[in-house]
């Protein structure tokens, strides 16, 4: 059958049997040694990728040590015990130098890494950063606050990797515009965490960097895709995180870690300058958002956000600054609640908090109407399934390829990642990010 088609792919020309066989042995043996080699390559990179992680950590490590044999006085446990507005206010003040503050988060993350693996990358300008800090003219609303940072929120030099061997070996150019500003307002990004692979599994594991687990039970997973951020901040180690989310990768991380979570809507935070392996879809608007231990700390970080630099880095975000007159308004509100939406089962405490909630809204004053969201079954199945993979998954499959380049000649093939060795999602929707 194949010496036939090739001799209709090649007419004129007469060949051998003999030799259309050597030639497909020599196809199949050149394509599995391309295979292999690419397995190779993968693993290598891998392999660099958790050396390098090592080395930073050690890094970090040498760095805290040092700054605790020369500053024996600083008191760690009351630095983490202060949530941040308190503690954006004594560095302020004076009373907490950004120094002591940022060596003992740092020295915090790294018990909290040992413990749950939720750091992949020491942001080592950070100490440099500190200097820049004490010059700004003005306090920025974050001063001198220490700020982890999802793997794929890019950070000029470093590797954003998305859990993909694909993006190995190619630091980011320059910051992200979210990065930008949070520096123009004095905070200090210090670490990376770990995420799902893809970005897209409710859970918090990749073949790079492993599994991360929660910290509150290790046989218990601390959600995704911002796993690492959750983990990261429920041990202590951060006092404020910023994760992404199209369905529910700030969230459930926030949940299942007992923290406060804020998923803006679309375009109110900057999302370019994420190296994000659904790039390629453009039905959904993943946002990057704020993760802390309250929800004050949120308010603070999205005043602090939603200011002139953003809109100035990106036009593409409305400049609405914060609304403090509707923040602060004692006004009653109107506010639908439903406990379940007739699709996704959901245990008995989920429904209860709900209620909770309701009843002490009721309290303050607010009016409470419950509701049924319409055609759940057609919004999931039909637009949101559908509308993530419109394209067939070929996005998706695209950054589960690695490019090769060996002389001339340039390849793809199909890397370690699809491979059956990946923990298996979630039931449900596989959406995160």
């Not at 993968?42 to 992680?53: C, G, S």
């Not at 820049?132 to 974050?142: P, S």
């Not at 509308?387 to 067939?392: K, M, Q, R, V």
Request: hydrophobic share 40%; net charge positive; proline share 7%.
């Amino acid at each position: 059958m194949i010496p036939e088609k090739m001799r209709q792919l090649l007419p004129e020309v007469e060949l051998d049997p003999s030799v259309i066989s050597v030639l497909l042995c020599s196809s199949t043996v050149a394509f599995l040694v391309l295979k292999w080699m690419v397995k190779k390559m993968v693993q290598q990179r891998m392999r660099e990728a958790r050396k390098n992680r090592v080395r930073a950590l050690g890094q970090m490590e040498e760095a805290v040590q040092q700054f605790k044999q020369e500053n024996p006085e600083v008191q760690a446990g009351r630095i983490l015990s202060l949530p941040l507005v308190e503690l954006v206010k004594k560095l302020k003040e004076g009373s907490l130098s950004p120094d002591s503050v940022l060596y003992t988060y740092m020295d915090k993350a790294l018990e909290v890494n040992r413990d749950v693996n939720c750091v992949t990358d020491f942001i080592q300008e950070c100490v440099h950063l500190l200097q820049e800090v004490r010059t700004q003219k003005e306090k920025g609303l974050l001063y001198g606050v220490p700020v982890s940072i999802k793997d794929p929120i890019g950070y000029e030099g470093h590797v954003s990797t998305c859990g993909l061997g694909q993006y190995l070996g190619y630091p980011e150019q320059q910051d992200s515009v979210l990065v930008k500003v949070l520096k123009k307002q004095g905070a200090i990004p210090f670490v990376k965490t770990n995420i799902s692979q893809c970005l897209i599994n409710y859970d918090c594991s990749n073949l790079i960097f492993g599994q991360t687990v929660n910290p509150l039970n290790h046989k218990k997973s601390p959600g995704g895709s911002s796993g690492g951020e959750g983990a990261l901040i429920a041990g202590g180690g951060s006092v404020l995180g910023f994760g992404t989310d199209i369905g529910g990768s700030i969230r459930l991380p926030s949940s299942f870690c007992g923290l406060c979570g804020l998923k803006p809507t679309g375009l109110v935070l900057n999302s370019l300058g994420l190296n994000s392996a659904l790039q390629g879809l453009r039905n959904f608007t993943g946002m990057v958002g704020p993760m802390a231990r309250d929800v004050d700390s949120l308010t603070l970080c999205m005043r602090a956000l939603l200011c002139d630099d953003m809109f100035h880095l990106d036009p593409t975000v409305p400049p609405l600054p914060f609304n403090e007159e509707v923040y602060s308004s004692s006004t009653p509100l109107r506010i639908g609640y439903y406990d379940t939406d007739g699709y996704f089962l959901l245990p008995p405490c989920m429904r209860r908090a709900v209620h909770e909630t309701r009843m002490l809204l009721q309290e303050s004053g607010h009016t409470l109407i419950p509701f049924i969201p319409p055609r759940i079954d057609y919004v999931m199945n039909e637009l949101f399934m559908k509308g993530l993979f419109a394209d067939g998954g070929a996005a998706l499959l695209e950054k589960l390829t690695v490019p090769i380049k060996s002389g001339h000649l340039v390849t793809r093939a199909v890397s370690l990642s699809r491979r059956s060795r990946i923990p298996r999602a979630a039931p449900g929707p596989a959406a995160a990010v």
